[in-house]
């Protein structure tokens, strides 16, 4: 026989909170059953505006991020960015790609092949890197778990900044910076940003509040794709991040954005989180299974809408070609 010990749930003292900020008893319940508690994050939820982006300061290490970028930059360093595969991933790589266009530094950028490389940081890519000259690898999306990776990058004179989302292990890499909302040791007030949107705060840190909110349209549409398509809470940060960047998805401010909405036939519609899930994250994300991960960081980066529309075919040709291998593989298992 079981013994059943029903929990007989209080009133949260936090409704005074909701009643002081006009909220009715019952959208403040659900407001706290989401563990929307603080007046902040209340506020961030009722009107998710770009005026409530947090700190990006607040993000363990950032201030050594900036601090090794900056003196790259002034050195004349070259640097890499290191992504991943996946929609996470490549939309990490573009928008740092796009920033440092923006302040017209050249770096160039390695995601590994998935069938031949698979995920993550690896030895032939960093012997690759130091042959080019590069002296900075900054990761996106990955490298939290590249221990031995990274000290292999410091023997040959490379210095990494690691910047991610995915749990730490007990030893965090050697790195020169380690940005990461999940590390023990971050205060951050936000944990569930995707690679991308710890990208975003990478770029809101160097810079500057007023030249990142100048300039945010070219990142936002690129950064709430990989939030809805890294199935991330669509809360705090992301709700602004997703809320901002629908509304302007597809009008412009990313050729790119506006090849593939067109490949996919939805040029002219209200876009909605379905379509970025289901119709534009399984183009890239094929691209990347078939080892063509380059595709998507040429589509976002491109600023030629002949070239952009191009690659936006080939990311639809290698979708189809993702879906009958995937067809054959059923009708074999069958």
């Known amino acids: 026989m079981k013994k059943w010990n029903i929990l007989h749930r209080q009133e949260p003292s936090r409704n005074d909170l909701m009643e002081s900020m006009s909220i009715s008893k019952e959208i403040g319940q659900i407001l706290l059953n989401r563990g929307i508690e603080s007046q902040d994050q209340v506020e961030m939820f009722t009107d998710p505006s770009l005026k409530y982006l947090r700190d990006p300061f607040l993000l363990k290490d950032m201030d050594k991020a900036v601090e090794r970028i900056r003196q790259a930059i002034s050195r004349k360093e070259k640097i890499w960015i290191f992504g991943d595969y996946d929609v996470d991933g490549v939309s990490s790589t573009s928008i740092m790609v796009l920033y440092f266009k923006s302040i017209g530094y050249p770096v160039d950028y390695y995601i590994p092949n998935r069938l031949e490389e698979g995920y993550g940081l690896n030895i032939e890519a960093i012997d690759h890197i130091g042959s080019q000259d590069g002296r900075l690898i900054i990761t996106v999306d990955c490298g939290i778990t ?19 989302h995915h749990e730490c292990q007990e030893s965090l890499p050697a790195a020169y910076a380690v940005v990461d909302p999940k590390r023990e040791d971050c205060s951050y007030p936000f944990e569930g940003i995707c690679g991308c949107g710890v990208a975003f705060k990478l770029i809101h840190a160097l810079s500057g509040n007023e030249d990142f909110y100048k300039n945010i349209n070219r990142y936002l549409e690129i950064v709430s794709l990989a939030t809805i398509c890294d ?27 506006k090849a593939l909405l067109e490949v996919c036939g939805l040029d002219g519609t209200k876009i909605k989180s379905s379509h970025l899930g289901f119709a534009i994250g399984p183009r890239i994300n094929a691209s990347g299974r078939l080892g063509f991960s380059k595709l998507g960081v040429d589509l976002f980066t491109s600023d030629n809408l002949q070239e952009a529309r191009n690659l936006a075919l080939m990311m639809d040709t290698k979708n189809t070609e993702r879906q009958e291998v995937e067809a054959r593989i059923h009708m074999e298992v069958e």
Do not use: F
Not at 150 to 161: K, M, N, P, S, T
Not at 231 to 250: A, C, F, Q, T, W
């Open 231 to 257: 199935i991330m809470p669509i809360l705090d940060e992301n709700r602004i991040i997703v809320k901002n960047g629908m509304e302007i998805l597809g009008q412009g401010n990313n050729i790119g954005m």
């Open 146 to 164: 590249s221990v031995k990776e990274v000290e292999y990058a410091r023997g040959l004179g490379i210095d990494v900044i690691i910047t991610d």
